[in-house]
């Protein structure tokens, strides 16, 4: 089962198989209803992942709208354009959007904002590759509740020993605060800037589903480095205090170019 759980496979297949169904497409319904997505608009989505946000806006775009996902990660973009074929993929870093200015109706952002370097510069790249009056729409973890099951597979990691699997792993800095999102909207030159924070319910199948999806996060590689024993031990530890179900707190912020 060790082998099973943190050899096999790569990281964006068990984002895509793990983490997507209970996390990811449901907060991407919700961003989506919150940017007011609508039929024949023209949307980015930036930082997209395996593509849920991008085909959750496609499907509210229909046949006269168009989708384009970005991702810094070829891997990542590889699995969404295999898995939604009605979306088109960039390779780009959020703060540079290698795409022309003034092309979308619409940019989105999910769970990608908190993690960049310069987010003011992101900020201001998708103010530029916006018409006039688009409008932006970005969600984030919200600094002070607890984020699970993230900061459960980071501290059982650092719990037993593993060294950082990448820079700041046990910071827990993966989140932000409804001001700290209004400020940088703000400053990019947004107007009509609203945030607001939403609480939704997790589920996953099984336990055993949520032990599975550290495979599908940064965390993932470094525990399929280990021996069966200690990825056994991995394993136990999180099937301890991982929850089926339980809550998930987000900033929400919406701007609209002016």
Request: hydrophobic letters at 45%; glycine letters at 4%; proline letters at 7%.
């Given at each position: 089962m060790a082998d099973a759980l943190f050899g096999a496979g790569t990281v964006p297949d068990a984002y895509e198989r793990y983490l997507v169904p209970p996390i990811f497409k449901p907060w991407a319904d919700v961003l989506v209803d919150f940017a007011g997505v609508s039929d024949g608009e023209e949307v980015l989505d930036v930082a997209s992942g395996t593509g849920v946000v991008a085909a959750t806006a496609a499907e509210r775009v229909g046949d006269a709208g168009r989708v384009v996902a970005t991702d810094v990660s070829a891997a990542m973009l590889a699995v969404a354009g295999a898995a939604h074929l009605m979306i088109e993929t960039i390779e780009?870093?959020?703060?540079?959007?290698?795409?022309?200015?003034?092309?979308?109706?619409?940019?989105?952002?999910?769970?990608?904002?908190?993690?960049?370097?310069?987010?003011?510069?992101?900020?201001?790249?998708?103010m530029r590759v916006l018409r006039s009056s688009g409008r932006v729409a970005v969600a984030v973890w919200m600094s002070g509740p607890r984020l699970e099951p993230f900061d459960v597979y980071g501290r059982v990691l650092e719990r037993h020993g593993?060294?950082?699997?990448?820079?700041?792993?046990?910071?827990?800095d993966f989140s932000m605060s409804p001001g700290e999102v209004e400020d940088v909207l703000t400053v990019a030159g947004f107007t009509d800037v609203a945030v607001e924070t939403k609480v939704i319910e997790i589920s996953w199948a099984t336990v055993d589903d949520a032990v599975h999806g550290i495979a599908g996060t940064p965390y993932g590689p470094a525990v399929a480095t280990l021996n069966k024993d200690g990825q056994q031990r991995i394993a136990a530890a999180l099937r301890e205090q991982l929850r089926p179900v339980h809550p998930m707190t987000a900033v929400l912020a919406r701007g609209r170019r002016p």
């Open positions: 780009t870093a959020a703060d540079e959007l290698a795409v022309g200015d003034s092309s979308f109706d619409v940019t989105l952002c999910q769970q990608g904002f908190q993690f960049l370097t310069n987010r003011l510069a992101a900020a201001q790249a998708m593993l060294p950082e699997p990448f820079p700041r792993a046990y910071a827990y």
